[in-house]
């Protein structure tokens, strides 16, 4: 299996901030990246897929890049909306793998 | 719109079976792959299984052969069977859609929590 090691495990962060979560691939998987915000008691929401595209709906604070076999979320302007857990899925191949989540606060 | 929903009990004993269904509406399950995903207590996510628009089915390995995924095209819905279950397999179980196109998970259902316990 493909293993994505997400990092930080957790983080705090301001208002207005610029926050960046990353996940590093095991091995390449072009850009068969896709990250997610998940809220308390709601179910994952997509936020970016092909390592680069926003989904429909998702402000454009967030980004995703890659470079190499790592990835990366960026808000650029954290917002009082934005705290939750935040995990990325590989879809390169079987079995689709999870990075282990962020789980980001405000400060 | 696409809409998932998932229902099932939410406590099975240990060794039994758990069974979990899920209903969607706004959009065809001969399109696209349907899957089962959980969140363990602690945050952890694992892909459990999908099945196709045709009715073939992909599932983790981790999971062996207890894992079977069937549809029924007539109601629109997509079932989870996970047999011989340990406290192990405690979790949040989501359905979801994963947009062949994305490789990825657009559409997800509410979740619903299942508890193995005797």
């Known amino acids: 299996d493909i293993q994505m090691t997400q990092s930080p495990a957790s983080l705090s962060a301001s208002l207005e901030e610029i926050v960046t979560i990353t996940c590093q691939a095991s091995q390449d998987i072009g850009n068969w990246l896709a990250w997610y915000q998940q809220k308390p008691g709601k179910s994952p929401q997509l936020l970016i897929y092909g390592a680069t595209s926003l989904a429909d709906g998702v402000p454009s604070r967030f980004s995703g890049s890659r470079s190499g076999t790592q990835y990366s979320l960026k808000i650029s302007r954290l917002q009082v909306e934005d705290p939750g857990i935040y995990y990325c899925l590989q879809g390169y191949s079987a079995p689709p793998t999870f990075g282990g989540g962020t789980k980001l606060e405000l400060k | 719109e696409v809409q998932l929903q998932e229902s099932g009990p939410g406590l099975v004993k240990p060794s039994q079976s758990l069974s979990l269904t899920c209903s969607v509406t706004?959009?065809?399950?001969?399109?696209?792959?349907w899957g089962w995903i959980r969140k363990f207590p602690g945050n952890k996510m694992e892909w459990m299984g999908y099945i196709s628009y045709s009715g073939s089915t992909s599932y983790n390995p981790s999971l062996k052969s207890r894992i079977s995924i069937t549809r029924d095209t007539s109601k629109n819905q997509f079932f989870l069977q996970l047999n011989s279950v340990t406290t192990e397999d405690t979790a949040t179980y989501y359905c979801?859609?994963?947009?062949?196109?994305?490789?990825?998970?657009?559409?997800w259902g509410q979740g619903v929590m299942v508890t193995v316990s005797s």
């Open positions: 979801a859609r994963r947009y062949g196109g994305y490789r990825a998970f657009d559409y």
């Open positions: 706004g959009y065809s399950i001969t399109s696209n792959y």
